[in-house]
């Protein structure tokens, strides 16, 4: 499956509206969608933005998120309670601004690998898609485990920014009181 490119800046993005009665209606095909079909324009990777119909307040986030919040209650979640936990533990932490890139690196990574493996077996019958995903296994831990050390590799760069901004934010503190290190 081929992941298209988000619309570049300045594109015409497609408009979805919310209306106070939570219906949600698409300015392109001129109808009222459901969340499904809003599910299936994010599976499509189609660009679209959604808006309130009243103030235009851009609800694009709070929509993704109320379709995460219905996957995770139908079926096997992706989220386990403890990462849930800690994805809020740091609403509030000094780290909170690097951890939305620090996902965002890590799942772009993840989809990657993912159109790597859809390329490389398309055309595949279920028997061969099996030895296929047999064969690809080291080559999937070989990606994942890249996949890992880049991960590393950004929290240690988050590390180093977090302390850069603590020296630089107590290094103001101790000169407002005149004090140098």
Known sequence: MPTKKPAEPGASLRVIKKYPNRRLYDTDRSTYITLAEVKRLVMASEAFVVRDAKTGEDLTRSV???IILEEEANGAPIFTAPVLAGVIRFYG???RGLMGGYLEKNIQSLIEVQAKLAEQSQGLSPEMWTQFMSMQAPALQGMMGANADQSANL?????AQLQAQMRQQTDQLLGAFGVKR
């Open 64 to 66: 993704l998120l109320q």
């Open 93 to 95: 932490h000094a780290m």
């Open 155 to 159: 929290f240690a760069q988050m590390q």
